[in-house]
């Protein structure tokens, strides 16, 4: 009996690793053909430079759209079409003006700012009061706030390793900060940029308006003006700030995610979709924040088609639109999902821009996480085996209360937040083999995923 047990152990680790050996093949295959002849840091390059301003709404956006749809077309993807989406359209205007003067000398001092989306318009002057939190806003009294201007001047950690960590631990006085100062009697709004370096870019981003608030005037200030402007402050009883911003919001208009798919060979019912978002912020060209990420996904699955590799479930790349300011694309995919029936088995999103990948993040539970941790190993050779715990992106988000595992690609983060949602995010600013990287990378896990999914979910 010990002998039969030694034979089907021994069987057992042979059939074991001729599979991680066949899944180790072909993905080195799939990044040998990304590596000599990748097509996604051209598609990026079109994209960035043809429809960089691709603010939600706007006449861009519609055009990148078109793009979008032709590009899918011409790979002969079994399925490419247009999701219709109601979006807000939401219109910077003219280019934003900014200065404060210097106590009694009344000197003028030029600043970089920029409106946040979603501000409305307006000449604003007052007398500027500096905080770090709500906390510290809420403690001073109404008398003291009433007609001035609040500066919300907390930084981002700069002792977080994930930067997105430190983000996240300053990102919420750009969105509430609007309706924190309102409540308090404030004429206007300024919002250090969510931006770990020091330097003259603002960084724009979405902001929030309440209906129970009056509505003031919001803007970011660039991380060195705000260091300027608070030292100015110290030295100064009291400062006066000036800016002028010229946006509005138009009614909603219609637009579209694109979506296309290569069909499922055993369980086309099942469906893996990866994509990221098509819109960008109007400072630059959103080439890192999301351009990347749509070029890497559309990639995958031309690297699917171009390999023949015919996946067991139905493959699909989306590109969303409107994740910058509304979410309304990832909310539609998810709510068609629900009303034509379709089953969503994994999701994957690339939102953290093209730098060099390190690995993938997933939100799981139980077995099934324990199970995609373990397959770390096959992506050593690429330097891409830091599978963890964590979560997908905000539009694929609306998927997971149908059981959808959720996971993104998790490139390096340290450089990021110099370019997000500023003018610096540009197509120059990509390097073409981090991009490529990442484009296999996700080819890569595709293809295992698809391979091994029942017995990742614990199916027999």
């Known amino acids: 009996m010990k002998v039969l047990y030694s034979i089907i152990f021994l069987f057992f680790c042979y059939t074991v690793n001729a599979q991680v050996n066949s899944d180790s093949i072909l993905i080195k295959k799939i990044f040998d053909e990304e590596l000599s002849n990748g097509q996604c840091y051209e598609n990026l390059r079109y994209l960035c430079k043809g429809f960089g301003k691709r603010l939600t709404g706007s006449p861009i956006a519609a055009g990148a759209v078109e793009w979008s749809y032709h590009k899918m077309r011409s790979y002969g993807f079994d399925t490419v079409y247009k999701q219709d989406v109601m979006v807000p359209h939401w219109v910077r205007g003219a280019t934003e003006k900014a200065h404060y003067e ?19 318009g307006g000449e604003i002057k007052g007398e500027v009061i500096e905080v770090k939190s709500f906390e510290e806003l809420r403690a001073l009294k109404k008398e003291n706030v009433k007609g001035k ?5 907390r930084p981002m950690d700069d002792t977080k390793i994930n930067t997105f960590g430190a983000y996240g631990g300053a990102v919420n006085q750009r969105g509430r900060g609007a309706i924190e100062a309102g409540y308090m009697g404030a004429v206007g709004v300024i919002v250090r940029s969510m931006s770990v370096g020091i330097n003259p870019y603002p960084h724009t981003g979405a902001m929030r308006y309440s209906d129970t608030v009056s509505k003031i005037p919001a803007c970011a ?7 300027k402007l608070s030292d ?8 006066f700030f000036q800016y002028s911003l010229y946006s509005h919001t138009l009614p909603d208009t219609l637009s579209h995610n694109v979506i296309c798919e290569i069909q499922g060979s055993e369980h086309p019912e099942e469906i893996m979709v990866m994509g990221g978002h098509l819109d960008a912020w109007d400072l630059g060209e959103g080439a890192h924040d999301d351009g990347a990420g749509l070029v890497q996904c559309l990639e995958a699955l031309r690297l699917f088609k171009q390999m023949g590799i015919r996946p067991k479930h139905t493959i699909r790349c989306v590109f969303f639109m409107n994740e910058e300011n509304g979410l309304k694309g990832g909310l539609k995919y998810a709510e068609m ?3 034509n029936n379709e089953k969503h088995v994994l999701a994957l999103e690339s939102d953290e821009g093209g730098f060099t990948p390190r690995g993938f993040s997933f939100d799981a539970t139980g077995d099934t996480l324990a199970r995609l941790l373990g397959y770390n190993k096959t992506f050593h050779p690429y330097y891409m085996d830091d599978f963890h715990m964590g979560g997908g992106g905000s539009d694929i ?5 149908q059981g959808c595992v959720l996971m993104d690609l998790s490139p390096d983060t340290q450089r990021y937040f110099d370019f997000h949602h500023a003018a610096t995010d540009v197509f120059e600013g990509v390097n073409k083999r981090e991009l490529l990287m990442g484009a296999a990378g996700i080819a890569g896990i595709m293809y295992l995923l698809d391979t091994h999914w029942e017995e990742i979910c614990g199916k027999q």
């Not at 210097?102 to 409305?120: E, Q």
């Not at 201007?149 to 001047?153: D, E, L």
């Not at 100015?232 to 400062?239: A, F, P, V, Y």
């Open 221 to 227: 200030i660039s991380t060195l003006d705000a260091e």
């Open 337 to 339: 999902a629900r009303l």
């Open 149 to 153: 201007i609040v500066f919300f001047n």
């Open 102 to 120: 210097l106590g009694k000398s009344m000197k003028i001092i030029p600043v970089s700012i920029c409106a946040l989306g979603g501000s409305i």
């Open 397 to 401: 988000g609306p998927l997971k209360e």
């Open 232 to 239: 100015d402050l110290k030295k100064n009883t009291r400062l």
